[in-house]
T-cell receptor, first 114, second 114 residues
């Protein structure tokens, strides 16, 4: 049972346009959400996070939106650059037990075309 | 600026062999964990530790053993390797505080079991 879902395996965007990556979750106990970026043959690197007490967090070209009622979050990249081409993982934590435990989505491969 | 260091980077094992993946972090993080990444599955938690002397199981613990004798090190042991354990393994660490932690990953260990 996938608690964190990324329904789009891939996304292709033109350089300079907006990239929107989506993530849905089922566990209402999740209270912290993170986005990681992963290049081939490297470990995931932290990109941006949001706590459930907020609905938006912005860091430069990256903005994460959280809609708790819909159990949905999205990552916006504006403007997209070729170097943003990577796999993006959505992850969630919280609830009972160790709150550091991350549950990951299956990832979305973003390709930014020059 | 080492962060999370994993060794070896690549390993080929024969079915039934045992081996240990090493993980070390120099950030004085209490929390350490092991994930595996498989195609179409995202990253799945194998085992985790909230401090020296304390370990617990994650989503997919079978066939793996861990120990945490020091804050810095968290080795992952494959007791009797099986082809199903062919995967990319990532070690991660963070501070062990209530939800809101950023988890940092190592660069990965590619394991093939033949």
């Amino acid at each position: 049972d996938q608690q964190v879902k990324q329904n789009s395996p891939s996304l292709s965007v033109q350089e300079g346009r907006i990239s929107i990556l989506n993530c849905d979750y089922t566990n209402s106990m999740f209270d912290y959400f993170l986005w990681y970026k992963k290049y081939p043959a490297e470990g995931p690197t932290f990109l941006i996070s949001i706590s459930s007490i907020k609905d938006k967090n912005e860091d430069g070209r990256f903005t994460v939106f959280l809609n708790k009622s819909a159990k949905h979050l999205s990552l916006h990249i504006v403007p997209s650059q070729p170097g943003d081409s990577a796999v993006y993982f959505c992850a969630a934590s919280g609830g009972s037990g160790a709150t550091n435990k991350l549950i990951f989505g299956t990832g979305t491969l973003l390709a930014v075309q020059p | 600026n080492a962060g999370v260091t994993q060794t070896p980077k690549f390993q080929v094992l024969k079915t039934g062999q045992s081996m240990t993946l090493q993980c070390a972090q120099d950030m004085n993080h209490e929390y350490m964990s092991w994930y595996r990444q498989d195609p179409g599955m995202g990253l799945r938690l194998i085992h985790y530790s909230v401090g020296a002397g304390i370990t617990d199981q994650g989503e997919v613990p079978n066939g793996y053993n861990v120990s945490r004798s020091t804050t810095e090190d968290f080795p992952l042991r494959l007791l009797s390797a099986a082809p199903s354990q062919t995967s990319v393994y990532f070690c991660a660490s963070s501070y062990s505080r209530p939800s809101g932690n950023t988890i940092y990953f190592g660069e990965g260990s590619w394991l093939t079991v033949v």
